[in-house]
């Protein structure tokens, strides 16, 4: 929990399966971003509550609460007013709570106003509708296109005055609509506190709960992972299935990269259940390169969207189990890898780099390698990837005049390339922000450059795991904390998307999700040393780290460790059904 006196234009997001708020924590809602959403869908732009005459806004504002809740105070020359706002499970919706607390020495009458702007369009229609069915009875349901929205009281809802279509500017153009006055009243006696819930909800909630998990970190890079636990949660979603989205508040579809990439860290933070589900979710689809959250409809596949999913899928099988509908699909994703002479084939606007044309990419070689080894399939991929390597660094991809680029840290990460090519990623892809995504000294370099300068979570975890792989506890570290210290600059707790390499300006979401997947991953998998098969579980630190790893999951049992100095320690007695090699 996050107690802030002065939020500046730090925004928070709180979900549960069905729907989440993304707001300003200093109580605004400040952009097309803001409101409530459905994954897919929006639904709500704004509210806003007046109490007698006084709206509750940031000059009111005394602090905030932010965590799985957020929590509002705020005073006024007589009311103390407290606004918690939940989103229960199996609730497709939010319920903002008022507590009110007479501080006058008299009697007061309390008046409370709420103006609802309700947007119901889909997140690719920027401006929203001017139809919507609207029925003003005990409660108010406001319906457009099968959507509804609901808005309700426990005190009895008093509706009055004009429906109005409103545009309004929140950062650029809106429209929404305020289904009139409503309002409630109550009294309070000197001293008294009463409280009034306002929900605003839509039909269809998951009857899915996320199981409770003490997976933890002490010690060193706590809060990066800690955090990046709760962050992963709070991005799986219950639409189309159970899924992770990329990010909030733009990125609202289950992307098969994104998920894969994340998944490597739900499963290490030991989240098994819930990663079976999404896998086999992946599979029953055809393994398409996304799956969107608003309807049924598949995209096309995505290049690295096989191979991620044997290695994410083998990961679990290794960790707890796999179905056979997982099985099935691994090996029908091994079917899709197409080689010419060792190299894999594959479109070139289709990988994680989508902004760019790259012909054979090296990450794409490297990860069918890795599958392929996985599946212990014959193929000439390792020979194929001989051809990349050059006298001084590994080519981006065999098309015409690659660039010097992050994408051999995907190698290094698995073993595949030696030191030298690690030194030189030390050397000129590493800011103080993190790790970018091109050299410094290439040609094409830009700071803030989507794919040609900036610094991503996802590019900065490479770099760190390929950084303890070979030994240099000290140059991950660094890289590490040099994430976990974006940890409150957007939305507190979470990990942004990219950001410029020179002045770590947030270019894009403010919570990612394989920035957080990531962060757990290189901790436990690489950082801690933890490698889990079949018959063994295998615990080999990197030196100069000390800390406890605490509830790590194997199977359907708990090891709690310490490290120090790459030294272990297990300080319980889990009776695994696999030898314990520390």
């Given amino acids: 929990m996050y107690h802030l006196k002065n939020p500046g234009d730090l925004k928070g997001t709180i979900s549960n399966l069905d729907t989440f708020l993304h707001r300003d924590l200093d109580s605004g809602f400040s952009s097309k971003w803001s409101g409530l959403w459905i994954p897919g869908e929006k639904l709500l732009d704004y509210y806003a509550y007046k109490v007698n005459g006084v709206w509750l806004n940031k000059e009111k504002l005394q602090a905030v609460d932010y965590g799985e809740e957020i929590t509002y105070y705020f005073k006024t020359d007589s009311l103390?007013?407290?606004?918690?706002?939940?989103?229960?499970?199996?609730?497709?919706?939010?319920?903002?709570?008022?507590?009110?607390?007479?501080?006058?020495?008299?009697?007061?009458?309390?008046?409370?106003?709420?103006?609802?702007?309700?947007?119901?369009?889909?997140?690719?229609?920027?401006?929203?509708?001017?139809?919507?069915?609207i029925d003003r009875g005990e409660k108010v349901a406001v319906e457009h296109n099968d959507i509804e929205l609901v808005i309700d009281s426990t005190e009895g809802l008093e509706i009055s005055g004009e429906t109005v279509i409103r545009e309004h500017f929140p950062g650029e153009r809106q429209r929404c609509l305020v289904p009139g006055e409503i309002s409630i009243r109550m009294e309070l006696s000197p001293g008294e506190t009463r409280e009034a819930e306002f929900s605003f909800y839509t039909e269809n909630n998951s009857e899915n709960t996320l199981k409770s998990n003490d997976s933890s970190l002490e010690g060193r890079l706590d809060r990066g992972f800690n955090c990046s636990i709760k962050s992963m949660t709070n991005l799986i979603y219950d639409r189309e299935g159970l899924g992770v989205i990329a990010g909030h508040p733009w990125f609202q579809n289950y992307w098969a990269r994104d998920t894969f990439w994340t998944l490597l860290g739900l499963i290490d933070a030991g989240y098994f259940e819930e990663s079976h589900e999404i896998l086999e979710n992946f599979a029953e689809k055809g393994l398409p390169g996304k799956i969107n959250t608003k309807t049924s409809e598949k995209s096309s596949g995505r290049e690295d969207t096989c191979p991620l999913f044997i290695i994410t899928a083998d990961k679990l099988r290794r960790h707890y189990k796999i179905s056979d509908t997982i099985k099935d699909g691994m090996e029908e994703a091994f079917n899709q890898l197409e080689t010419k002479e060792g190299v894999v084939s594959h479109d070139p606007a289709g990988t994680w780099m989508d902004t760019l044309d790259r012909e054979h990419a090296v990450d794409i070689q490297v990860l069918w390698l890795k599958a392929s080894e996985i599946l212990g399939k014959d193929t000439e991929l390792k020979n194929g990837l001989e051809r990349f390597e050059s006298k001084d660094f590994v080519k981006d991809h065999l098309g015409e005049e690659p660039p010097?680029?992050?994408?051999?840290?995907?190698?290094?990460?698995?073993?595949?390339?030696?030191?030298?090519?690690?030194?030189?990623?030390?050397?000129?892809?590493?800011?103080?922000?993190?790790?970018?995504?091109?050299?410094?000294?290439?040609?094409?370099?830009?700071?803030?450059?989507?794919?040609?300068?900036?610094?991503?979570?996802?590019?900065?975890?490479?770099?760190?795991a390929a950084n303890f792989k070979h030994g240099k506890t000290?140059?991950?570290?660094?890289?590490?904390?040099?994430?976990?210290?974006?940890?409150?600059?957007?939305?507190?707790?979470?990990?942004?998307?990219?950001?410029?390499?020179?002045?770590?300006?947030?270019?894009?979401?403010?919570?990612?999700?394989?920035?957080?997947?990531?962060?757990?991953?290189?901790?436990?998998?690489?950082?801690?040393?933890?490698?889990?098969?079949?018959?063994?579980?295998?615990?080999?630190?990197?030196?100069?780290?000390?800390?406890?790893?605490?509830?790590?999951?194997?199977?359907?049992?708990?090891?709690?460790?310490?490290?120090?100095?790459?030294?272990?320690?297990?300080?319980?007695?889990?009776?695994?059904?696999?030898?314990?090699?520390?």
């Fill in 80 to 133: 103390n007013i407290r606004e918690k706002i939940e989103m229960p499970e199996k609730f497709a919706g939010l319920k903002s709570s008022l507590e009110i607390e007479n501080t006058h020495d008299q009697k007061k009458a309390v008046h409370i106003g709420l103006e609802a702007g309700v947007d119901i369009r889909s997140k690719t229609q920027d401006i929203g509708p001017e139809d919507y069915s």
């Fill in 404 to 464: 010097e680029t992050i994408n051999p840290a995907v190698g290094l990460m698995y073993g595949y390339f030696d030191e030298k090519v690690l030194s030189k990623i030390n050397a000129e892809f590493t800011s103080r922000f993190g790790s970018r995504t091109r050299s410094v000294t290439d040609p094409g370099y830009e700071s803030s450059g989507y794919h040609t300068g900036s610094v991503w979570g996802l590019t900065t975890c490479w770099a760190s």
């Fill in 474 to 582: 000290v140059e991950g570290l660094n890289l590490l904390e040099k994430l976990e210290g974006f940890l409150d600059s957007g939305q507190p707790g979470a990990l942004p998307e990219v950001v410029d390499a020179e002045t770590g300006e947030n270019l894009g979401c403010v919570e990612q999700a394989w920035s957080a997947g990531m962060m757990v991953h290189v901790i436990d998998s690489y950082l801690l040393g933890i490698e889990v098969s079949e018959d063994r579980v295998k615990i080999d630190p990197c030196e100069n780290y000390t800390g406890k790893r605490l509830q790590k999951r194997i199977g359907d049992k708990f090891i709690d460790l310490k490290v120090e100095g790459g030294d272990v320690e297990v300080l319980n007695n889990p009776e695994l059904d696999r030898e314990l090699i520390t």
